[in-house]
């Protein structure tokens, strides 16, 4: 079946660290993937897509690519700041899947000042 | 801005007593889903509509309704709320021509007293 692995969280990082948070796809064809974030008591976002194999997504200064040879679509971001606290999913959509997405579990990611 | 808007965003109602969650979207998308979220889960969907054509999830229970009245608007109406219904309900859009990704409303919190 389709689905999507993410790692678990909390992860808690300094303002300004490296962010990496991991992300594994089982899929039956070529999905698209997809981050969404969501800030407390609000909806999801979408903050990058990727449609094929080798794109990359990037936004706010958050990037990920989109590999194939791996199935993973690992969400990174050089320097986080406080802002950037909230859950992050993971997500494929599938172009033969109907109209459905699959999300991952998501990742609460909390940057301390 | 075009948008998609959830209506109300905080709902308290009493076990048993039916409640009714709205949303409007302004993007003309054909294509708007209904999820249930628990404390920072994946969402889970419920049901969505392409065009008019409604498609339910197979685990979603009975209890769980919807209408499309028009392209622009969505119910979701909860006829016996449990305890267990508490959760953020979160709708978005599609357009399933032009776009790969979902359109999140800004959801609604619903409490069962």
């Known amino acids: 079946g389709n689905s999507v692995t993410q790692m678990e969280g909390p992860v808690t990082l300094s303002e300004e660290a490296f962010l990496t948070i991991n992300c594994t796809y089982t899929a039956t064809g070529y999905p698209s993937l997809f981050w969404y974030v969501q800030y407390p008591g609000e909806g999801l976002q979408l903050l990058l897509k990727a449609t094929k194999a080798d794109d990359k997504g990037s936004n706010k200064g958050f990037e990920a690519t989109y590999r194939k040879e791996t199935t993973s679509f690992h969400l990174e971001k050089g320097s986080v700041q406080v802002s950037d606290s909230a859950v992050y999913f993971c997500?494929?959509?599938?172009?033969?899947?109907?109209?459905?997405?699959?999300f991952g579990p998501g990742t609460r990611l909390s940057v301390l000042p | 801005d075009a948008m998609v808007i959830q209506n109300p965003r905080y709902q308290v109602t009493q076990f048993g007593k039916p409640v009714t969650l709205s949303c409007s979207q302004t993007?003309?998308?054909?294509?708007m889903y209904w999820y249930q979220q628990k404390s920072s889960q994946a969402p889970k969907l419920l049901f969505h509509y392409y065009d008019k054509d409604f498609n339910n999830e197979a685990d979603t229970p009975d209890n769980f309704q919807s209408r499309r009245p028009n392209t622009s608007f969505c119910f979701l109406d909860i006829r016996s709320p449990g305890l267990g219904d508490a959760a953020m309900y979160l709708c978005a859009t599609r357009d399933r021509v032009k776009y790969n990704e979902q359109f999140f409303g800004p959801g609604t919190r619903l409490t069962v007293l």
């Open positions: 997500a494929l959509k599938l172009w033969d899947y109907g109209q459905n997405f699959v």
């Open positions: 993007l003309n998308h054909n294509v």
